[in-house]
């Protein structure tokens, strides 16, 4: 089986496929000062603790991070823990079969790459990812599957950090569609601003986006993924498809094309 890990900002999501399937996946804080045999040690407990799988069902990982030094130590635990299995992680050099049309490559995340591979791959081009994680990134795809470009804004949680922090009487409040738009109470003013105010910068960005991309809009599928994005499904009106898997995907695409 094949262990993908995406280390984002904030959490870490790692799935395992069996061919190419998810049968199995977790999501964990991503601590900075984790060190590569804490990370072994909460990797095998949520291995062990899955009815599904054994240790030694592992075969291969992929992964992909956003936080360097996180990618130090995930390094290290293969290095030491899984030494035997193959490992494939998303740097330069590595192959994915995604041209990236950018003034500077390396600026772009890794996980933005690999998911602009899944995207053509699951869906074809031209497409626009939209990830809903620390921040809010779209990311755009050519016909020829080729990344040429993106936008990124403030994330939902940072965004609600940002009012609690400067607000005397605005606390964190549980992300919830409010009863109406129009808000009776400060709780569900906060709702309000943050499900549809993020719903309709979706949807002006991807329709700005979309106009750039292609001649014809409506041939851009426009994809979801990411933990918070069924926060905003069903409030925007320009998203085709939720992929909750989309960079698991794209990180097992690249490591078959670097293990084939």
Not at 69 to 76: G, K, P
Not at 107 to 125: F, I, K, P, S, Y
Not at 199 to 224: F, Y
């Amino acid at each position: 089986m094949l262990l993908t890990i995406d280390v984002g900002n904030t959490q870490t999501v790692l799935g395992l496929f069996e061919g190419e399937e998810v049968i199995e996946h977790w999501r964990i804080n991503t601590d900075p000062r984790r060190t590569a045999d804490e990370i072994a040690v909460v990797l095998q407990g949520l291995v062990q603790q899955s009815p599904l799988l054994a240790e030694t069902d592992i075969s291969g990982i992929a992964l992909c991070s956003t936080v360097p030094s996180v990618l130090h130590e995930m390094r290290e635990m293969c290095r030491r823990y899984y030494g035997d299995v193959p490992a494939v992680i998303v740097e330069p050099g590595v192959k994915t079969g995604v041209p990236v049309r950018m003034d500077n490559p390396k600026e772009v995340g890794a996980d933005r790459v690999v998911n602009a591979l899944a995207a053509v791959h699951t869906h074809g081009g031209p497409a626009l990812v939209v990830d809903f994680g620390t921040a809010t990134t779209f990311d755009a795809v050519s016909a020829k599957g080729e990344y040429v470009g993106g936008a990124i804004a403030p994330g939902i949680e940072i965004s609600i950090d940002a009012l609690s922090s400067r607000g005397a009487q605005l606390h964190k409040i549980e992300l919830v569609r409010p009863r109406n738009v129009i808000a009776k109470n400060t709780v569900e003013a906060l709702q309000s601003g943050i499900i549809f105010g993020f719903a309709g910068q979706v949807d002006g960005i991807v329709e700005r986006m979309a106009d750039e991309l292609a001649a014809d809009p409506d041939e851009v599928t426009v994809i979801a993924t990411g933990g918070l994005a069924p926060l905003v499904l069903e409030e925007s009106r320009s998203i085709d498809v939720f992929e909750p898997w989309l960079t698991l995907i794209g990180l097992r695409l690249i490591y078959e094309r670097n293990t084939a």
